[in-house]
């Protein structure tokens, strides 16, 4: 069951350095604009599921 949890802690995270990465790779060669506001967007999204997520188990005294 441990491996269960790590995997969903650690999901997102990847999820936001992948797209990360193919962010800073666009932008290095040129591409730019729209992209880059969606991206940011993706990534603000990826990051509050998961701190919701985390408030959530711990108000229901989970960890």
Request: zero cysteines.
């Amino acid at each position: 069951m441990n491996a269960v949890r790590i995997i969903e802690a650690l999901t997102p995270t990847i999820a936001i350095i992948a797209i990360a990465v193919l962010e800073t790779v666009a932008l290095s060669r040129g591409i730019d604009g729209v992209l880059f506001s969606g991206v940011t967007m993706i990534i603000g999204a990826l990051g509050g599921y998961q701190v919701k997520k985390v408030r959530d188990r711990l108000a229901k005294g989970g960890r």
